[in-house]
């Protein structure tokens, strides 16, 4: 996750006029149910947004493999950060994050997986869902009964891997890359 991407989220918080547009809406019209939209719709608007960016980028690296499916990976797009519903992630701790973990990365890890059983809304619980959103947000999909093959690519967002470290599976390095703002390739590397 990049430093600008992150603070950029961050800001949108003050931007109150935003809202999903008709093409936006009508990818979540065409790939999840109305279950997983009115949990999607319980997402903070940046994480809306960034969703919807991922949904483009992975759409735009689909165009390159036909043989991938691409309801699979639309909705996992959709629906890979649900694990931050809730959460509040605000500009100041998303700031504070990529700041801290960049230059430490196996302390602040260390410090947010001892964050479970953190008071919600601490600083310890808050980087605790930043390193889990992905597991914790895959499950609640798994007890909604959505497939197993969406829920494993919610997953692989949230591995923590340096990008160059390609995941060798397509479909995973199709939405890792998308979280990322990047898209892949012909040749099946990042672009
Ligand atoms: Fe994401």
Redesign the pocket.
């Known amino acids: 996750m990049g430093f600008i991407r992150n603070v950029r989220k961050g800001f949108m918080y003050f931007h109150n006029g935003w809202a999903p547009s008709e093409e936006e809406l009508a990818l979540l019209d065409e790939y999840v149910t109305d279950e997983e939209r009115a949990l999607f719709m319980q997402m903070d608007a940046p994480d809306q947004q960034?969703?919807f960016e991922?949904t483009r980028h992975c759409a735009e690296s689909l165009k390159h493999f036909p043989d991938l499916d691409k309801r699979v990976m639309m909705k996992a797009a959709l629906l890979?950060?649900i694990g931050k519903i809730g959460a509040r992630l605000s500009l100041v701790f998303r700031t504070f994050w990529v700041l801290a973990h960049k230059p430490f990365p196996c302390f602040c890890d260390r410090l947010a997986e001892s964050g479970a059983d953190a008071r919600p809304g601490s600083l310890r619980y808050k980087m605790w869902l930043q390193i889990e959103h992905a597991n914790l947000g895959a499950e609640r999909l798994r007890e909604m009964g959505v497939g197993e093959d969406v829920c494993e690519l919610v997953i692989a967002?949230g591995q923590r891997k340096k990008p160059k470290e390609l995941d060798p599976d397509l479909a995973r390095r199709i939405i890792i890359a998308a979280?990322g703002d990047h898209i892949i390739g012909p040749d099946g590397e990042w672009a």
């Open positions: 960034h969703s991922v890979h950060d967002t979280d």
